[in-house]
């Protein structure tokens, strides 16, 4: 079909669908190969590039005074017929196959087709040598945006990589991550499937159960072994990705084998298609979700399409055989420029379209039509820019604009890529840098229609236009589902993993065929179907759930639970002890029992000891930094003084019994009062000077330990300086062995001196307690340190207390008999 113009726009379609090649004879002129089987449909589409044409032509503010033209070739889907039509299209030179004598056609400036894939490719790859532009408004193949291997494609609809990414979505929608795929074995359906597999992983967190390709030839082995493949599969969800060519043994296989319970989901190339809408497929195709490529309507095309004669078309051997086809006409001229109206055409049927109803005038799916009305727009806007260029502000070399005489293809492209504009419809048209277009899909639902068959009803769009995250609009009430529950099948390998577990892939299983493994102590997981756990804070620690982070607990040794009320009645009571025996002396100071025993150093030993018992509520509570650096001052210096105070009062016992020997006459004269309380004094300020600078240089302090126990905090007091703790034991352990040495050797001292083997006893009680402590320290963790280091000193203050003083109060409460001069100084050997 063609008429001419001041410019030239070119087409391909596929009027027919089938191409004959002759025999070929040695003897005689080659044949050239004729096409068969007319497709009404396609030639709507071609039909439609014509109205288009005809319709700008006739707008007095699109491409004012320049007509355009076309010259549009029949490709018989088949890869050498559109090869050779868009050669001659491009080359000027072809023969119009019209019957005619042969002409000489002007180049066109831009081609609205191929709609096949494979044929955009090979066609596309020729054309960007020339920069010759391409609007196909069928291709989908995703490779064809490849700008250094096809620079002047472009297209109205959208590419197989949003054609994925929508089914992708829908997928998502309805939480189908096991899925399986069958393509065609052709451009269309190997891109596709290739970005389908990556896709469905990385976007969908998904994975294909089975990948299958329908076979070129129609195997039936092979057809055979797909079908079974889908019927034994667990995957409920079967997305095919080929023409409708492809699938007529496939879903006759599926009839043949009763493959029900499967949700298909139908690439836009099968979506619409009617050869499968039978009642027999309705049992296992219903519910059917499919892309379809936007429906618009077109204003005036039916009424344009109702008027198409061969007469008012003579020059158009399309039309000839569209009426051959439609009326069964016979035309008794092969000249119709030449020939009369009534030699036109004899024709046994109706001669008036508006009473057909045929795929030619049907109006109500507009979907690839729609795109070829799009295309040749997208042209017009182009060639219009174009014209409104001002000399000396143009995109060319030197500023400089394109002139229509001598137009360049090249320069076509340049406006093409820049197009925007709205359509009647009220769809936006524009191409990104890749040739792509605003992409948009209608959902269709396959549901029975009331003659058994099966009916398409829109549902939804997916739109990469819209101003949202979710590009995904879809009705579910609208939805019909074939099975007995009505709702969305599930197809998953896996069921979800809940919150508090994680993923753990199952070997040899695709990646999301996984277990469900709770998460670890202090460890979350806060999604589902999460692949790893999340680590709580520190001062966190995981939820009985694991599924959200909860504070620690804080763990220190308080006064409201049992060990912590244990250890404080155990303080309080040698605290009350010490008072009582401490009134008891004063009571008895002058007897001889309290004067024997030096009760000045009694006194300040009592006293010592009562600041231990007090010292021990210092390390009861929360710590907090004054407790921290009082505690060990208190506990340190006043065990000093304790031990300072028992240790001169061995050396004064020591003194007195060599006193009495001629030898040791004067030993008396260096352990007079002023000189025990000297040394008592020097003894504790050592003591008193270590805490100083320990408190300087590394003060102990309050912290917060998450290493004992990791789902506690315990709050402690931590050293600041272990050397400083360490001298502060060491030192009191110093004064306590030599103490316990000086009263070891003076233990068989005479029984009125015995004083030596009461500090013997309680010196040994004081070491064994201290010793042991060491070990048990280290090894307990948590509050149990604390509790250890109280409990070495409550032990070793009562061992004193009673090992030193319980004897005397016997004596003086219970004998006070005994509590006599002459008692203590005549006492019997038997003892010894």
């Known amino acids: 079909m063609h008429q001419d113009g001041d410019l030239i726009l070119g087409g391909l379609f596929a009027v027919h669908y089938l191409t004959v090649f002759p025999e070929l004879s040695f003897t005689s002129e080659p044949e050239q190969p004729y096409c068969e089987q007319f497709d009404m449909s396609n030639f709507q589409q071609a039909m439609t590039m014509v109205f288009a044409i005809d319709e700008i032509n006739r707008n007095p503010n699109l491409l004012p005074n320049i007509m355009l033209g076309y010259h549009l070739y029949d490709n018989c889907v088949t890869l050498a017929v559109a090869f050779r039509a868009a050669t001659a299209l491009i080359s000027g030179t072809e023969e119009i196959a019209s019957g005619l004598n042969c002409t000489s056609s002007p180049p066109v400036i831009g081609i609205v087709g191929d709609p096949g894939s494979t044929h955009s490719i090979a066609i596309s790859s020729v054309l960007g040598l020339y920069r010759v532009p391409m609007v196909s408004y069928f291709a989908t193949c995703s490779c064809l945006t490849d700008r250094h291997q096809f620079p002047?494609?472009?297209?109205?609809?959208?590419?197989?990589?949003?054609?994925?990414?929508?089914?992708?979505?829908?997928?998502?929608?309805?939480?189908?991550?096991?899925?399986?795929?069958?393509?065609?074995?052709?451009?269309?359906?190997?891109?596709?499937?290739?970005?389908?597999?990556?896709?469905?992983?990385?976007?969908?967190?998904?994975?294909?159960?089975?990948?299958?390709?329908?076979?070129?030839?129609?195997?039936?082995?092979?057809?055979?072994?797909?079908?079974?493949?889908?019927?034994?599969?667990?995957?409920?969800?079967?997305?095919?990705?080929?023409?409708?060519?492809?699938?007529?043994?496939?879903?006759?296989?599926?009839?043949?084998?009763?493959?029900?319970?499967?949700?298909?989901?139908?690439?836009?190339?099968?979506?619409?298609?009617?050869?499968?809408?039978?009642?027999?497929?309705?049992?296992?195709?219903?519910?059917?979700?499919?892309?379809?490529?936007?429906?618009?309507?077109?204003?005036?095309?039916?009424?344009?399409?109702?008027?198409?004669?061969?007469?008012?078309?003579?020059?158009?051997?399309?039309?000839?055989?569209?009426?051959?086809?439609?009326?069964?006409?016979?035309?008794?001229?092969?000249?119709?420029?030449?020939?009369?109206?009534?030699?036109?055409?004899?024709?046994?049927?109706?001669?008036?379209?508006?009473?057909?109803?045929?795929?030619?005038?049907?109006?109500?799916?507009?979907?690839?039509?729609?795109?070829?009305?799009?295309?040749?727009?997208?042209?017009?806007?182009?060639?219009?820019?174009?014209?409104?260029?001002?000399?000396?502000?143009?995109?060319?070399?030197?500023?400089?604009?394109?002139?229509?005489?001598?137009l360049q293809p090249w320069q076509v492209v340049h406006y093409l890529q820049r197009v925007n504009f709205t359509t009647g419809f009220g769809d936006h048209v524009s191409f990104d840098e890749n040739g792509n277009p605003l992409s948009i899909y209608d959902i269709m639902n396959w549901q029975p229609d009331l003659d058994g068959s099966i009916r398409l009803r829109t549902v939804g769009v997916v739109d990469e236009a819209a101003h949202t995250d979710n590009v995904l609009f879809l009705n579910e009430d609208a939805l019909y589902w074939n099975s007995e529950i009505k709702k969305p099948p599930r197809s998953v390998c896996s069921e979800s993993c809940p919150l508090g577990t994680r993923r753990a892939r199952k070997k040899g299983m695709p990646i999301c065929c996984f277990d469900c493994l709770p998460c670890a102590d202090g460890e979350i997981s806060n999604t589902t179907d999460s692949n790893e756990c999340i680590a709580c804070p520190d001062e966190f620690w995981s939820s009985p759930e694991k599924d959200h982070c909860v504070p620690k607990e804080v763990e220190f040794l308080s006064y409201e639970e049992p060990l912590g009320i244990s250890l404080t009645t155990a303080s309080l009571f040698g605290t009350c002890f010490c008072t009582g025996v401490l009134i008891v002396f004063v009571h008895y100071r002058h007897t001889p029992v309290v004067r024997a025993n030096n009760s000045e150093l009694s006194f300040l030993l009592l006293l010592s000891l009562k600041l231990c018992f007090l010292c021990v509520l210092l390390f009861i509570g929360q710590p907090q930094l004054w407790t921290c650096q009082l505690r060990h001052v208190a506990f340190g210096i006043s065990f000093a003084l304790g031990i300072s105070s028992i240790l001169v009062k061995t050396m004064v016992v020591v003194a007195v019994f060599k006193s009495t020997r001629p030898e040791g006459q004067n030993a008396m004269k260096w352990f007079g009062v002023v000189q025990q309380r000297g040394t008592v004094l020097v003894l504790t300020v050592l003591q008193v000077v270590i805490c100083i600078v320990w408190l300087v240089t590394a003060s102990p302090s309050p912290h917060k330990n998450t290493h004992y126990i990791s789902s506690k905090i315990v709050y402690e007091c931590a050293m600041g300086s272990v050397i400083g703790f360490a001298s502060l034991l060491g030192y009191i352990g110093l004064l306590a062995a030599v103490s316990f040495l000086l009263a070891f050797l003076a233990r068989n001292l005479p029984d009125n001196f015995n004083e030596a083997k009461f500090i013997t006893f309680s010196m040994l009680i004081f070491c064994a307690v201290w010793i042991t402590f060491v070990p048990a320290y280290v090894s307990s963790p948590g509050k149990y340190s604390v509790a250890v280091e109280i409990f070495a000193i409550l032990a070793s203050s009562f061992g004193l207390l009673g090992a030193i003083f319980a004897p005397k109060c016997y004596i003086i409460l219970l004998h006070p008999e005994q509590n006599t001069k002459k008692a203590i100084m005549g006492r019997a050997p038997q003892n010894k």
């Open 152 to 406: 002047s494609f472009f297209r109205t609809i959208p590419s197989d990589a949003f054609q994925v990414h929508a089914i992708i979505q829908i997928l998502k929608h309805f939480g189908w991550t096991w899925v399986g795929l069958v393509y065609s074995n052709d451009d269309y359906g190997i891109y596709a499937a290739q970005s389908f597999h990556q896709d469905v992983q990385e976007q969908l967190g998904g994975c294909v159960a089975y990948s299958e390709m329908l076979p070129r030839d129609n195997n039936h082995r092979d057809v055979e072994h797909i079908v079974k493949v889908i019927k034994t599969s667990t995957a409920k969800v079967v997305v095919v990705i080929s023409s409708d060519a492809y699938l007529v043994p496939l879903m006759d296989e599926v009839f043949l084998r009763n493959v029900t319970g499967k949700q298909w989901i139908a690439s836009e190339a099968w979506a619409t298609s009617p050869v499968f809408r039978t009642p027999r497929l309705l049992p296992f195709l219903g519910g059917t979700l499919g892309l379809a490529i936007r429906r618009g309507d077109i204003v005036g095309l039916r009424d344009f399409l109702l008027r198409l004669r061969p007469d008012m078309h003579p020059a158009n051997n399309m039309v000839r055989t569209f009426w051959e086809e439609m009326f069964k006409c016979r035309f008794d001229s092969d000249d119709m420029q030449t020939a009369g109206e009534d030699d036109i055409m004899l024709c046994t049927g109706l001669e008036d379209l508006s009473s057909t109803n045929t795929a030619y005038s049907d109006m109500s799916e507009l979907r690839a039509p729609y795109n070829v009305y799009k295309a040749v727009y997208a042209l017009a806007h182009a060639l219009h820019d174009l014209t409104q260029c001002q000399e000396g502000y143009g995109p060319f070399s030197g500023h400089s604009c394109a002139r229509i005489s001598t």
